[in-house]
């Protein structure tokens, strides 16, 4: 699966999510985590105030996902407007983080 396509989230992942206790959605989880974190800085900005209320009141379907990928589902519950744009930044960055690992 691609982990940045916004299609899984309500398909496939979102059921091996429900199935499985632990879920290891990427191999390079640092990786995916920058790529993430930028992606959200870019996005959404800085996460405070309400935003920062709504993350950590938050008890969504994401026990046993890496903290990045529980990003991504809170993002796409509580700011779904933003989802895809956060994804495509994420998956962005993550590409060049792997070509410059490749270089």
Same mark, same amino acid.
């Given at each position: 699966?691609?982990?940045?396509?916004?299609?899984?989230?309500?398909?496939?992942?979102?059921? !091996?999510?429900?199935?499985?206790? #632990?879920?290891?959605?990427?191999?390079?989880?640092?990786?995916?985590? #920058?790529?993430? #974190?930028?992606?959200?800085?870019?996005?959404?900005?800085? !996460?405070?105030?309400?935003?920062?209320?709504?993350?950590?009141?938050? $008890?969504?379907?994401?026990?046993?996902?890496?903290?990045? +990928?529980?990003?991504?589902?809170? !993002?796409?519950?509580? +700011?779904?407007?933003?989802?895809?744009?956060?994804?495509?930044?994420?998956? +962005?960055?993550? $590409?060049? #983080?792997?070509?410059?690992?490749?270089?």
């Amino acid at each position: 699966m691609d982990h940045y396509d916004p299609r899984i989230y309500d398909g496939a992942f979102a059921d !091996i999510c429900h199935t499985h206790r #632990n879920v290891i959605p990427v191999r390079d989880y640092a990786g995916h985590r #920058n790529a993430v #974190n930028r992606a959200v800085a870019e996005v959404l900005g800085p !996460i405070q105030g309400p935003l920062l209320q709504s993350l950590m009141g938050w $008890s969504g379907d994401a026990s046993g996902v890496p903290t990045s +990928q529980a990003m991504l589902l809170w !993002i796409k519950e509580t +700011q779904p407007r933003l989802f895809e744009d956060v994804l495509a930044k994420a998956k +962005q960055y993550d $590409s060049a #983080n792997a070509a410059g690992a490749r270089a």
